[in-house]
């Protein structure tokens, strides 16, 4: 459970928006699909090699 405290003076934006970087961060939702759904250990290791591939690309292209 994810605890925002608010604190004096503070608007409710900040807090809720304190509260959505702290839920991206622990992951919830993404421990949430991956439970959903079983994928083998290979097909994540190749879908992180790709996502590894891609991102070298753009930064070879961002130093050009």
Same mark, same amino acid.
């Given at each position: 459970m @994810? @605890?925002?405290?608010?604190? =004096?003076?503070?608007? @409710?934006?900040?807090?809720i928006r304190r509260y959505r970087r702290k839920y991206r961060d622990v992951g919830v939702r993404k421990a /949430?699909?991956?439970r959903?759904?079983?994928?083998?250990? =290979?097909v994540k290791k190749r879908?992180? /090699?790709l996502k590894?591939?891609?991102?070298?690309?753009k930064l070879q292209e961002l130093e050009y």
């Open positions: @994810i @605890i925002v405290n608010v604190k =004096s003076g503070e608007s @409710i934006d900040k807090a /949430l699909m991956d959903r759904q079983h994928t083998k250990p =290979s879908h992180e /090699l590894a591939v891609y991102r070298e690309k």
